[in-house]
């Protein structure tokens, strides 16, 4: 009970710092809490709501630490651990540079494997460290992350990013690979894996 109250009156306290937000809709806030089923999620909604609001204000230096405590609140809450890493990376590390912006980064990869941890058997995590190392040229660490979220329920874009790695360090053979999947599992990308097979089959005849 008395972790409750404190929740409560946490939430209470955060809502209330937020300037342009109306009376009304502060303590309709607070009813609304009250009124979940599940305590729990009426305090990670109202943290969603809160980050929304520091966002639209600008106030992006605010918002992660909202998401951290998402994650303490709810380890089971991927996306807190996606946007919050995501957010880090993209929206903190690039204020800084050198060694800042890098421990960052690091720190944001550390977040997101915490996450995995917790979260294991779901691609998103996965996909988001190897999109970073992705972007960080990094293709062989990308690719451990992206054979890992394929190995549950996942949308095309994983053998996709595959597929253009293996294409980057001019790999035919794995990226064909990648393309014949893409082509068989998802009916709808069918034109574009094609054309990217008869590319690259094209490139190795000659």
Known sequence: ??????????????????????L????????DLCNFPNLTDGVVDLLYLIVDNYWHQGQYSKIFPVFY???RISPNDINAYCVGGWFLINGIAPEYKGIKKERIKDYAIRFMKEGIEKNSKDYRLYWEIGWFFYNEGKFDKAIEYLNEAEKYNHPFYIESLKAQIYM????????IEEWEKIKNRYPERKEIAERFIKKLKGLEEE
Do not use: G, H, V
Request: aromatic residues 10%; glycine residues 0%.
């Open 1 to 22: 009970m008395k972790r409750i109250l404190f929740f409560i009156f946490l939430i209470y306290n955060l809502t209330l710092s937020q300037d342009n937000i109306d």
């Open 24 to 31: 009304n809709l502060k303590e309709q806030a607070i009813i």
């Open 168 to 175: 980057k360090r001019n790999e035919k053979e794995k990226a």
């Open 69 to 71: 405590l998402i994650t």
